[in-house]
Structures are given as C-alpha cells and as structure tokens.
C-alpha cells in the first residue's frame, strides 16, 4: 500500500520559513518524480516544483528563488523548503510520486500553509 505523509506546515507571517517533508512508504522511492502542488480555496491545483530520479528539480515560475526542493532517498523523503513566504502561497500543499515523465500517479493528503500579511 502506498502511503505519502506530509509533514510541516503551519501559519507563518510574510517573509518567513517552512519547509515541508513527505515520507513515501510501499514505492520504490528513488525511481519516482515527487513533486509538491498546491491548491487554494477557489482554485485549481497547481504545480509548485518537482525532481526527478537523477534529482533534477524543476520549479513553477511563481516560487523560483524562493522555494528548493530536495530529495533523500535514504529516507525515501521529499523536502520542500520554503523561503520569503507570500501571502499568495497560501494553500493546502500536496505531495505527489509519479514515474518518470507520467503524470502522478500517487497523493498524499495534504497540509495546509497559511501565510498572514
């Protein structure tokens, strides 16, 4: 059975920290893209960053410079760290495990990041 727990999010004010972890069980972690989304109230989900297998990361336009996801493998755990936080990075964040150059095939259930102005 495959499991994704998200771990880390809070309330924090605009310009602080989080960082986010997911741990995978029942997949073989290290041949899966993770990757973190996020969804708003009112909106759709969207993609915030993701890295490959070989640990190639690859990030949405609106957290480049802020936001660095990184993998363990050891500890079949993603980490998203989460820097100069915005009001508008509010949203439930999902963790997601896909293979290669496939859409995700697995979800975690969510944690949720609020930011305050």
């Known amino acids: 059975q495959v499991q994704l727990v998200e771990s880390g999010g809070g309330l924090v004010q605009a310009g602080g920290s989080l960082r986010l972890s997911c741990a995978a069980s029942g997949v073989m972690f290290s041949r899966y893209t993770m990757g973190w989304y996020r969804q708003a109230p009112g909106k759709q989900r969207e993609l915030v960053a993701f890295i490959t297998s070989d640990g190639r990361p690859n990030y949405a336009d609106s957290v480049k410079e802020r936001f660095t996801i990184s993998r363990d493998n050891a500890k079949n755990t993603v980490y998203l760290q989460m820097n100069s936080l915005k009001p508008e990075d509010t949203a439930v964040y999902y963790c997601?495990?896909?293979?290669?150059?496939?859409?995700?095939?697995?979800w975690g259930q969510g944690t949720q990041v609020s930011v305050s102005s």
């Open positions: 997601s495990a896909g293979l290669p150059d496939a859409p995700p095939r697995y």
